[in-house]
């Protein structure tokens, strides 16, 4: 018997930032009920994004903010989609080169993730936004 | 009752350029029957790619182009693979930096993705192509 | 009836190097007798990670390398994270540009990839390092 369970979850942000929602996710999981399958977690937004990345030292997502910032420059001379401001498109090309659908395995009814890996939702814009997910867990 | 429905897509290419395939996709979950569950889209190519972009603004997917150019450059003097011409190995980076699975959640029998949010087929050859896709919808 | 098949794999890695898993997954596959469905690829680390890539000519690989090492420098001035040495921080950007989580069609009993399309687990660690991977299998 599969089981096909779906909700849906609001995340507050804080600004640009990442925000561990591993726990969150792992609480969808618990009421799941499933044992064995797989968890999927889906953002709705274009400006924001999730990214799996090691959890325990805090100087990893202030390097990857280093990282993101050369990739997709704020207020770059080139964009032409800038109405929202300097982090606009630069939130666009920063969610595309992350994700924003990620699916976890989940076993003995637990997300298994490596030890070090966590589930960050990755808030591009400058400013606060609530973002909304949608997990999807099926397995038996 | 598990629905697994599975079906085999081409969609003709322009030439280098993303192509909002959503209403597509849509229209294969249609087809499944499926009310609550899961929509995976899978790029049998390494030269093309999938990308959830926003969908309202032509100028966002210029601005992508823009910094797509930048980070993995058409004829780049280091490049050993060329065979094809100055767009081969750019188009393999693309696709690697962008991708080529998604998951798209599946809610009241429809595609649930955000209001600014569509799925592009990416062709990142110069050349119109066909590109053939795999659409596989489970859920109940 | 739906089949729901998960198994953790080991694979040794020499060093930072991309390595062709399909065949490993492919076999995977063989063994949860689905016929039509999904086989779901996670790789439980945060410094290695897998790719979808062109499977025929190693150049490829070689070209892949020049242009991550642009986009994540190993021993950058501005990084913070670097206990562990030149690759340590360049290894979690690589992963996040990369992906840790890779969701395949199966078809007719087999992984249904592009004729030049292989699943490659990528190690960004100079070391050699033993990688977990769970693979889930569902379907009919």
């Not at 274009?46 to 959890?55: F, H, W």
């Not at 704020?74 to 401001?85: F, T, V």
């Amino acid at each position: 018997m599969t089981i096909w369970y779906q909700s849906e979850l609001q995340v507050k942000t804080p600004g640009r930032s990442a925000i561990d929602i591993s726990a969150v996710i792992d609480d969808a999981v618990n009421g799941a009920s499933v044992t064995t399958g797989l968890a999927h977690v889906f953002l709705k937004h274009t400006s924001a994004s999730l990214m799996l990345c090691e959890n325990a030292d805090a100087t990893v997502l202030t390097d990857m903010e280093t990282i993101l910032k050369r990739l997709a420059p704020d207020a770059d001379a080139e964009y032409r989609h800038d109405y929202e401001g300097d982090d606009d498109m630069a939130a666009h090309v920063r969610s595309v080169l992350t994700t924003n659908d990620v699916t976890l395995p989940v076993s003995r009814g637990r997300l298994n993730l490596g030890t070090w890996q966590g589930l960050f939702l990755y808030e591009h814009r400058y400013a606060s936004h609530s973002r909304q997910l949608i997990v999807t867990v099926s397995g038996k």
